[in-house]
């Protein structure tokens, strides 16, 4: 299924993220039609990393103070240890994920990603995957944790590492261009302080 032409894709990133989780993704959504936006808690440009060393800076589309998630249609979030361990404590960062779920607009996740989804309260009860030291986190948190190269849980698209691009963004196009899918709003899901909560859609 193709992307509509002009779909607003969110992709959040903070400093230290895997630049090709970025750029191979984006380059994919870009090439099918979709307006990509990087919105960032960095100032003006946001550090890419490839694994231990620094790569290049991007500029930063969308402060995340000015972030909404109603403007956008679709959320992508690339991995990198220190880019999801920054936005899991941003209470912003955190709730803007949240309002993709609650709105039921597709999510494409991967490798140490999922660690935001976690403190946005939203993997209770999901099938996912990530990088492999995500494991416990994840199943802590009452997700059903898989090692597969890309996993589909009602528009929740996740996979494990830079290698698995490729089919990553075979199912973030379908998963992006069949829209909003009601089951991903569904259901209990955790606050940040772990306590069930309904979500609010």
């Given at each position: ?13 903070a ?79 955190v ?96 606050d ?10």
């Amino acid at each position: 299924m193709a992307i509509p032409s002009g779909m607003k894709v969110a992709i959040l990133v903070a400093e230290g993220f895997e630049q090709v989780e970025l750029t191979g993704p984006r380059k994919a959504l870009d090439d099918a039609g979709a307006e990509t936006r990087i919105v960032s808690p960095a100032q003006g440009e946001v550090q890419g990393w490839n694994h231990f060393d620094k790569a290049d800076k991007f500029k930063v589309d969308v402060p995340l103070e000015q972030a909404a998630a109603g403007n956008f249609d679709a959320l992508l979030l690339p991995g990198g240890v220190a880019n999801p361990d920054q936005l899991r404590m941003l209470p912003k960062a955190v709730q803007f994920v949240r309002e993709f779920f609650d709105a039921g607009k597709p999510v494409a996740v991967i490798c140490h990603g999922p660690w935001t989804l976690i403190d946005a309260g939203v993997v209770q009860g999901r099938t996912i995957t990530s990088w492999p030291s995500l494991r416990a986190d994840l199943s802590n948190a009452g997700a059903k944790w898989v090692d597969q190269e890309v996993v589909v849980d009602n528009g929740l698209v996740s996979s494990r590492k830079p290698a698995d691009i490729p089919a990553f963004n075979r199912k973030m196009l379908e998963e992006f261009g069949e829209g909003r899918h009601s089951k991903q709003a569904g259901g209990a899901r955790r606050d940040p302080a772990g306590q069930p909560s309904q979500s609010t859609h």
